[in-house]
């Protein structure tokens, strides 16, 4: 295979998939550089003027920055855990043998194909409407004053929502992984004379570190992201409560108008994904190796 | 102690009936190798005993005690299996303890317990390895070691050594054979492998389709097979079949003469004539798998060199005495 005629096919073939993949990436890139360097307002068109960093420095030191940054470091962190404790359990109980499996794993999996925007709205206007939803009629039958999700605890609705449309990519790795975790392997515990739970903990938890891993890498490049749930259901507010880094950059370019300063925050964002990807494969991608 | 009793033993997976009824008795300290060709029942049999599969009826008696509704771990039995199962985040140290650390050992006794198996192994060096950092032969100690650890009632081996190579798998064999000697426990062991099976048993068990077709020491299995399926399982080459005018003048249906009893003559004079189709010459024996026309293809085994070929005319003559006879159900007739 790896003769040098081969080589040069096997690259040649590759390279206009590459180059254009490549162009598909550096434009973006480069037009966003170019931009966060302009003082570029959509209300004022024609004024576009080289302004270096201030752009950059405009955006860093904008106290809605840190509120965002929090925001969206406990959005992601409590979406990570919810999906992964909710789906440890959720994944042990979808391999067991059960009568119709199938449909039920179907339909576990079911919410991570509906859109964001669809599901957002389901939850907003069906599920945790205060006069209307499901739950404030719950609540009703049980006495209780129904809650005003997006009013009084905006962030964990959102919080709850993604953990919702997260958990059944969650439980999917975890339960593939659950299923390539060798029956010879349970049955010598079992001959060991190891619990259940011993067996759990001993053999099927770190069986599972590896999944856990993956899922906790890709969650997190997505999770980052989150922007339709928010634009549909609290608009980033009350206030900055739900507004995290990708909401910002939006409310920077298209309500106050401000693409430079917009593009400033893009490539803040990109760094940060960095920096939070570069701890990350040093915590949990050890698990990966080998 | 630990000896095993088998009575009446069946199991059926649905309307599949794997094992038909087991009865047998396994002495204390002997070693045992269930045989048969794949889909016997010789695995599930294993399983039975171990507790890893329910029986569907008999009974399982352990020193006398009755075991079927006791869960694996409190049969005192201990399991090698095939895949070797170890557990892989875990160290060779904590794979031989991890059955002593479920039983509640304290630390240091563990650490002595294990360190003791590992140097009867030779796995001292390896102690802190992973068992993917450990070669197919090590992995299959350490899998050994955490059987013996525990000081089981008695070994149950699943094919342990299929996934080694030929040369790797003789030494094994020896070994294991070795250590189950100097520690004196009842050891059953499975294998589809009939050089296996001779080699290490003191008594074999033939199975064939969820049925014991004999159990007995392994020459007793070579010298008297109890049928033909026994008769044509154990001993390699296999054993010649002759249905016939040959067999009726010696008041059989069949009969079965091994390749290593048939006497080699040169001109096809006397005995039964053919042509050598293929001659195997291994230095140390030489095999001839000879046409004989409406006898169909018989093997001779002649021990050292014999300078015969392809096309030669040979007549194979079978030594009388060792000439098994078998009725028409496929039953050995005796005397």
């Given at each position: ?290 | ?104 050992l304290a630390k240091d006794e563990i650490n002595r317990k294990v360190e003791a198996a ?218």
């Amino acid at each position: 295979m790896a003769t040098r005629q081969t080589q040069y096919l096997a690259r040649s073939l590759l390279a206009p998939a590459v180059g254009l993949l490549f162009i598909w990436m550096i434009v973006p890139l480069a037009l966003t550089l170019y931009f966060s360097t302009l003082h570029y307002s959509l209300l004022d068109p024609g004024s576009e003027a080289f302004v270096g960093l201030e752009n950059f420095r405009y955006f860093l030191t904008d106290p809605a920055f840190l509120a965002s940054l929090q925001n969206t470091l406990v959005l992601v962190g409590s979406v990570l855990v919810l999906t992964i404790l909710l789906g440890i359990p959720l994944a042990l109980l979808l391999d067991q043998p059960v009568v119709g499996r199938n449909i039920v794993r179907l339909m576990v999996i079911a919410p991570f194909f509906v859109m964001p925007t669809v599901s957002a709205l389901v939850w907003k206007n069906l599920l945790m409407h205060p006069v209307s939803g499901l739950f404030a009629w719950l609540a009703k039958v049980f006495g209780l004053t129904p809650i005003d999700w997006f009013n009084d605890m905006p962030m964990f609705a959102i919080i709850l929502i993604v953990a919702w449309q997260w958990l059944p990519f969650a439980t999917l790795i975890l339960l593939t992984a659950l299923q390539s975790l060798d029956e010879e392997q349970k049955e010598a515990a079992e001959m060991d004379g190891a619990s259940g739970v011993s067996t759990f903990i001993y053999i099927t938890l770190p069986h599972l570190a590896r999944p856990i891993t993956v899922v906790v890498l890709i969650e997190t490049i997505f999770l980052l992201t989150v922007f339709a749930e928010i634009f549909v259901t609290t608009g980033g507010g009350p206030g900055l409560q739900t507004t995290n880094i990708a909401f910002l950059i939006y409310s920077q370019a298209l309500i106050q108008f401000d693409v430079g300063s917009a593009s400033a925050g893009g490539l803040v964002a990109v760094v940060i994904a960095n920096i939070v990807a570069f701890f990350l494969v040093r915590i949990v991608g050890r698990n990966l190796e080998a | 102690m630990g000896q095993i009793t088998l009575q009446g033993v069946q199991k059926a997976f649905g309307p599949v009936h794997i094992i038909k009824g087991a009865d047998l008795d396994i002495a204390d300290g002997s070693f045992v190798v269930f045989v048969g060709p794949s889909g016997c029942g010789k695995t599930t049999l294993l399983r039975l005993i171990a507790g890893l599969e329910d029986v569907t009826d008999g009974r399982i008696l352990i020193d006398g005690k009755n075991v079927v509704a006791v869960p694996p771990a409190k049969r005192g039995l201990s399991m090698v299996f095939q895949s070797y199962a170890l557990y892989p985040h875990m160290s060779v140290r904590g794979n031989i303890g991890f059955g002593l650390k479920m039983a509640g050992l304290a630390k240091d006794e563990i650490n002595r317990k294990v360190e003791a198996a590992a140097a009867t192994l030779n796995l001292t060096p390896y102690l802190e390895r992973k068992p993917r950092e450990l070669s197919g032969g090590q992995r299959q100690r350490v899998a050994i070691g955490r059987a013996i650890v525990r000081e089981p009632k008695a070994f149950l081996f699943d094919e342990p050594l299929s996934n080694l190579d030929a040369a790797l798998r003789v030494q094994m064999r020896i070994e294991v054979t070795r250590l189950q000697k100097q520690l004196g426990t009842t050891a059953i062991y499975v294998t589809h492998d009939q050089v296996e099976a001779m080699t290490m048993a003191d008594k074999i068990v033939v199975l064939n389709g969820g049925k014991i077709e004999q159990y007995g020491s392994p020459l007793d299995l070579y010298e008297k097979p109890a049928n033909l399926f026994v008769a044509g399982f154990i001993g390699s080459p296999k054993m010649n079949f002759v249905t016939g005018e040959s067999a009726l003048q010696r008041g059989a249906f069949t009969i079965g003469v091994r390749p290593e009893h048939l006497k080699i003559e040169r001109d096809g004079a006397g005995g039964w004539p053919g042509t050598i189709a293929v001659a195997e010459h291994l230095g140390s024996d030489t095999f001839l798998y000879v046409d004989a026309g409406q006898l169909g293809m018989l093997t001779a085994r002649y021990i050292g060199e014999l300078s015969l070929h392809a096309g030669d005319r040979v007549s194979l003559v079978p030594e009388p005495a060792r000439i098994h006879r078998f009725n028409e159900s496929g039953n050995a007739i005796r005397g």
